[in-house]
């Protein structure tokens, strides 16, 4: 309810608000995070999502059963812990290093 209350909040100010509505998950959440981007779908009208922690060993494979199943396009990638680290999401790059290529 409180996503919905922030979202009328901003139509108050700005009837077209909001603009994006990014769900940030942690690379390492695993198949978790399928269930979190429904429930937060649900509250709030998904327009991406932002990965982070692919600085370590977590691969974030789930991304594509999320984009697969609920059609939510990746943004952004956080692959360290510096405002620099925050990288436009390039889909090929993100399946050669999934892949190991």
Do not use: C, M, W, Y
């Amino acid at each position: 309810e409180e996503l919905k209350k922030i979202t009328r909040v901003l139509q108050k100010l700005d009837a077209s608000a909001p603009h994006e509505v990014f769900l940030v998950l942690d690379a390492t959440t695993g198949q978790n995070a399928i269930q979190q981007a429904k429930q937060f779908g649900a509250a709030a009208h998904l327009t991406g999502l932002v990965l982070t922690k692919l600085d370590g060993t977590a691969k974030g494979g789930v991304v594509l059963a999320i984009n697969q199943e609920l059609n939510i396009p990746v943004r952004f990638i956080g692959v360290g812990e510096q405002i620099d680290d925050l990288q436009p999401f390039d889909r090929q790059a993100f399946v050669d290093a999934l892949f190991g290529k």
